[in-house]
Protein backbone atom coordinates (compact mmCIF):
# COMPACT_ATOMS: atom_id res chain seq x y z
CA UNK A 1 0.00 0.00 0.00
CA UNK A 2 1.58 3.54 -1.07
CA UNK A 3 1.80 5.81 2.18
CA UNK A 4 1.94 9.74 1.10
CA UNK A 5 3.62 11.74 3.74
CA UNK A 6 2.46 15.84 3.26
CA UNK A 7 4.67 18.27 4.95
CA UNK A 8 5.38 22.31 4.41
CA UNK A 9 1.99 23.61 6.26
CA UNK A 10 2.39 26.92 8.54
CA UNK A 11 0.74 29.94 9.24
CA UNK A 12 1.62 32.56 7.01
CA UNK A 13 0.02 36.23 5.97
CA UNK A 14 -1.86 37.09 3.58
CA UNK A 15 0.00 37.45 0.47
CA UNK A 16 2.74 34.77 1.39
CA UNK A 17 4.06 31.56 0.24
CA UNK A 18 4.38 28.46 1.08
CA UNK A 19 5.92 25.00 -0.48
CA UNK A 20 4.36 21.99 0.14
CA UNK A 21 5.82 18.59 -0.17
CA UNK A 22 4.26 15.12 -0.53
CA UNK A 23 6.81 11.91 0.08
CA UNK A 24 5.46 8.72 -1.50
CA UNK A 25 6.56 5.48 0.07
CA UNK A 26 7.09 3.50 -3.33
CA UNK A 27 8.18 4.79 -6.66
CA UNK A 28 5.73 7.67 -8.12
CA UNK A 29 6.79 7.39 -11.91
CA UNK A 30 4.03 4.49 -12.70
CA UNK A 31 0.80 7.17 -10.93
CA UNK A 32 -0.42 8.68 -14.19
CA UNK A 33 -2.19 11.46 -12.53
CA UNK A 34 -1.55 12.77 -8.65
CA UNK A 35 -3.31 15.45 -7.16
CA UNK A 36 -3.04 18.36 -4.13
CA UNK A 37 -6.22 18.32 -2.60
CA UNK A 38 -7.50 20.64 0.76
CA UNK A 39 -10.33 20.45 2.93
CA UNK A 40 -11.54 23.42 4.79
CA UNK A 41 -13.34 23.38 7.92
CA UNK A 42 -17.06 22.22 7.22
CA UNK A 43 -16.29 22.06 3.80
CA UNK A 44 -15.52 19.28 1.27
CA UNK A 45 -12.36 17.86 0.38
CA UNK A 46 -11.37 19.16 -3.28
CA UNK A 47 -8.81 19.19 -6.40
CA UNK A 48 -6.94 22.00 -6.41
CA UNK A 49 -4.15 20.71 -8.96
CA UNK A 50 -2.96 17.78 -10.40
CA UNK A 51 -0.32 16.60 -13.14
CA UNK A 52 0.61 13.73 -14.86
CA UNK A 53 2.93 11.49 -15.57
CA UNK A 54 4.04 13.25 -19.06
CA UNK A 55 3.77 16.98 -16.99
CA UNK A 56 -0.03 18.08 -17.79
CA UNK A 57 -0.75 20.67 -15.22
CA UNK A 58 -4.61 21.60 -14.34
CA UNK A 59 -5.94 23.74 -11.59
CA UNK A 60 -8.63 25.14 -9.77
CA UNK A 61 -9.94 28.16 -10.98
CA UNK A 62 -9.71 29.61 -7.41
CA UNK A 63 -5.88 29.03 -7.51
CA UNK A 64 -4.61 29.14 -11.21
CA UNK A 65 -2.23 32.09 -11.45
CA UNK A 66 -0.86 31.28 -7.84
CA UNK A 67 -0.32 27.52 -7.41
CA UNK A 68 2.26 25.30 -9.19
CA UNK A 69 2.35 21.56 -9.06
CA UNK A 70 5.46 19.79 -9.90
CA UNK A 71 6.60 16.48 -9.57
CA UNK A 72 10.18 14.29 -9.23
CA UNK A 73 9.55 10.77 -9.94
CA UNK A 74 13.41 10.37 -9.08
CA UNK A 75 12.78 11.58 -5.57
CA UNK A 76 9.01 9.83 -5.20
CA UNK A 77 7.71 14.19 -4.12
CA UNK A 78 4.85 15.95 -5.16
CA UNK A 79 5.27 19.45 -4.89
CA UNK A 80 2.65 22.55 -4.55
CA UNK A 81 4.33 25.82 -4.45
CA UNK A 82 1.50 28.50 -3.37
CA UNK A 83 2.13 32.16 -3.49
CA UNK A 84 -0.26 35.46 -2.81
CA UNK A 85 -2.45 33.12 -0.72
CA UNK A 86 -5.46 34.43 0.56
CA UNK A 87 -7.55 33.39 3.77
CA UNK A 88 -9.81 31.47 1.43
CA UNK A 89 -6.77 29.24 1.29
CA UNK A 90 -6.98 27.93 4.80
CA UNK A 91 -7.12 24.24 4.98
CA UNK A 92 -5.38 20.88 5.28
CA UNK A 93 -3.77 19.82 2.24
CA UNK A 94 -3.44 16.29 1.03
CA UNK A 95 -2.01 14.77 -1.79
CA UNK A 96 -2.95 11.70 -3.69
CA UNK A 97 -3.71 9.67 -6.82
CA UNK A 98 -6.09 11.04 -9.16
CA UNK A 99 -8.22 9.65 -11.70
CA UNK A 100 -10.45 6.55 -12.92
CA UNK A 101 -8.46 4.12 -10.06
CA UNK A 102 -9.36 6.41 -6.81
CA UNK A 103 -7.15 7.65 -4.38
CA UNK A 104 -4.60 5.24 -2.00
CA UNK A 105 -5.93 5.48 1.89
CA UNK A 106 -5.38 9.23 2.86
CA UNK A 107 -2.39 10.90 5.20
CA UNK A 108 -2.77 12.88 7.48
CA UNK A 109 -2.19 16.06 5.45
CA UNK A 110 -0.60 19.35 6.54
CA UNK A 111 -2.61 22.59 7.45
CA UNK A 112 -1.88 25.68 5.92
CA UNK A 113 -3.08 28.82 7.78
CA UNK A 114 -3.71 32.40 6.20
CA UNK A 115 -3.96 34.83 8.75
CA UNK A 116 -2.66 38.26 9.48
Known amino acids: QVQLVESGGGLVQPGGSLRLSCAASVSISSIYAIGWYRQAPGKQRELVAS???????NYADSVKGRFTISRDNANRTVYLQMNSLKPEDTAVYYC??????????WGQGTQVTVSS
Open 51 to 57: ITSIGIR
Open 96 to 105: NRFGRLGPFD
